[in-house]
Nanobody, 121 residues
């Protein structure tokens, strides 16, 4: 099994910054794409940013230029640096990873429990 643990959420004023971290642990032999999603009350979960194992990155248009995703393969960790935060960024942020736990596995999707980000004055 694979566990994803997010950290770094909190309350921040508009224009402020936060850095989210997500560490994967368990019987992992390889990790593929890592990503961040978010879900605001009454809305569907949406992609924020994704980085695959080759380093290719995708951002939601609403966060381009403000958020930066990065990964540390040695630590099985993905980060999301969020700058110039807006009230509309308020949501529960989830980490998602594709991983394999044996050489015979297909890629399996795993989710973290989420970390709350609230942008408010």
């Amino acid at each position: 099994q694979v566990q994803l643990v997010e950290s770094g959420g909190g309350l921040v004023q508009p224009g402020g910054s936060l850095r989210l971290s997500c560490a994967a642990s368990g019987s992992i032999i390889s990790i593929g794409a890592l990503g961040w999603y978010r879900q605001a009350p009454g809305k569907e979960r949406e992609l924020v940013a994704d980085v695959n194992s080759a380093g290719s990155i995708e951002y939601a248009s609403s966060v381009k230029g403000r958020f930066t995703i990065s990964r540390d393969n040695a630590k099985n960790t993905v980060y999301l640096q969020m700058n110039s935060l807006k009230p509309e960024d308020t949501a529960l942020y989830y980490c998602r990873a594709y991983a394999r736990t044996t050489q015979f596995d297909l890629w399996t999707q795993y989710w973290g429990q989420g970390t709350q980000v609230t942008v408010s004055s």
